[in-house]
């Protein structure tokens, strides 16, 4: 009796174990059937894009793959893939550790400098040559060195020629000859004094001072005539010699007048185009290293040294201490660029490949969106953009290589090349039109056999 009760006792145990099972497994499987019902319209009512590698590589496919390491690639679908693609993310504090710092692109004039060499030069304009217009002999020399410094006025050295002096005695003749014939008849006066003008003008011609011309029709009538110098300066050239003869046109001395030189910069071919005149340059010279001199840019000139690939700029710059000497070299510095405002970036936030230009645009906290840019002039710390972001974007100026580090920055970059190459029917029209101005563009496909 008592085995028989155990018997059915075991049996109840069965059944009740069999049946809780049963009705656990259907519960579960109900639920599993109702998550899955409930999940399947979400994807199927979402349009599938494409499958994107999962380790993050710009390895895409329009159909379902396995990797080398067997992962299969993730389904990319509909309003996800401006998220998933062509973006940097990179938790607040990793941010934060790697230091990024970022700026926001601006209006601003961009001024730089060109640094160049130079020489001092005399200024051509202010060059005088002394030459008499007539044959005769040096008498005496005032001024007998080169180097030598004069002022306007001073006696450089005495000339005796016959030919002047006969035209001396011509004009003083004719003078005293109208004096005496003033009450003579009308045409006697007129032709006295026609010859007493063409002896003046003979004279003149010939460079005569005012004031020689005076002496010579005096009372004490000199046989020599005294050159005097037209410019205050310093001699250049002296090759006059006591007592030599010396024929019309011979230059006897060369005066220069040194309160204004030239500093000649040579500057490279490729910023020739940037060189304004009108704007002022500093200047330094190695003899004078506690000194700056401040000149004026007048002049570029139009021929290229095909040997060095240079132009020559002239500045003209006030020497009135004559502490400028001829030859100098100097060190000069030139302004470049144009007054007017452009959109600006720091030079430091571009990452040139040589190819082309990208930026990071900061899109929100930790996460960055590569931009490829279309640069224009520079400064010394900021470029000009003429393509690429707007005015106010914030751009990563700092840790451009940390963040490439952290976040396969060459993988979205690489992705940013695969979508501008897309071609696939409807996936290759969706990659086209999700390249917008701001260069936000959607991967493309990689069709990997």
Same mark, same amino acid.
């Given at each position: 009796m008592k085995k028989i009760n155990r018997i059915l006792i075991i049996t109840l145990v069965v059944s009740a174990v069999g049946a809780g099972g049963y009705s656990l497994g259907s519960h579960r499987a109900d639920s599993e059937k109702q998550t899955t019902d409930n999940s399947k319209p979400q994807t199927e009512n979402?349009?599938?894009?494409?499958?994107?590698?999962? #380790?993050? !590589?710009?390895?895409?496919?329009?159909?379902? $793959? $396995?990797?080398? #390491?067997? #992962?299969?690639?993730?389904?990319?679908?509909?309003?996800?893939?401006?998220?998933?693609?062509?973006?940097?993310?990179?938790?607040?504090?990793?941010?934060? $550790? !790697?230091?990024?710092k970022s700026e926001a692109a601006s209006m601003r004039v961009l001024n730089r400098t060109i640094h160049a060499t130079g020489r001092i030069e005399i200024d051509e304009r202010r060059t005088y040559t002394i030459a008499p217009k007539f044959e005769g002999w040096v008498e005496r020399l005032y001024v007998n060195s080169t180097g030598e410094a004069v002022r306007r006025g001073q006696a450089l050295f005495d000339v005796y020629s016959p030919e002047l002096v006969s035209a001396q005695r011509e004009y003083s003749i004719a003078l005293l000859g109208a004096a005496k014939l003033e009450h003579a008849d009308e045409d006697a006066r007129a032709g006295m004094k026609q010859l007493a003008d063409a002896s003046l003008a003979r004279l003149k011609n010939w460079d005569i001072m005012p004031g020689e011309i005076r002496q010579s029709t005096g009372e004490k009538a000199r046989r020599n005539l005294t050159y005097y110098a037209p410019v205050s300066g310093i001699v250049l050239e002296k090759k006059a010699v006591q007592g030599m003869r010396f024929m019309p046109g011979d230059a006897l001395y060369q005066i220069a007048d040194l309160s204004q030189v030239w500093v000649l910069a040579d500057i490279n071919e490729q910023d020739v185009g940037q060189i304004n005149t009108g704007r002022e340059a500093q200047i330094s010279i190695g003899a004078y290293p506690d000194k700056s001199f401040t000149g004026k840019i007048a002049f570029v000139y139009p021929t290229l040294n095909a040997a060095t690939r240079t132009v020559q700029v002239r500045i003209e710059i006030s020497n009135p201490q004559g502490l400028l000497k001829p030859s100098m070299f100097a060190n000069v510095t030139l302004?470049?660029?144009?007054?007017?405002?452009?959109?600006?970036?720091?030079?430091s936030a571009v990452i040139d490949s040589g190819t082309r230009q990208i930026v990071l645009v900061q899109r929100s906290e930790g996460r960055f969106e590569p931009r490829e840019v279309k640069l224009g002039a520079r400064s010394d710390d900021y470029v000009e953009i003429l393509d690429g972001i707007e005015e106010g974007e914030l751009v990563v100026t700092s840790a451009l290589f940390l963040i490439d580090a952290e976040s396969n920055l060459k993988a979205a970059l690489a992705g940013m090349?695969?979508?501008?190459?897309?071609?696939d029917g409807d996936l290759s029209a969706h990659a086209h039109d999700e390249l917008s101005p701001q260069g936000a563009a959607a991967p493309g496909h990689q069709h990997v056999k």
């Open positions: 979402r349009k599938l894009l494409y499958y994107r590698n999962p #380790m993050g !590589l710009p390895d895409t496919s329009p159909v379902p $793959k $396995k990797d080398v #390491m067997g #992962m299969d690639y993730v389904p990319v679908y509909d309003g996800e893939a401006g998220e998933e693609e062509g973006a940097v993310n990179i938790s607040v504090e990793k941010v934060q $550790k !790697l230091g990024v302004p470049v660029g144009s007054n007017t405002q452009v959109l600006t970036v720091p030079i090349s695969a979508a501008a190459s897309s071609a």
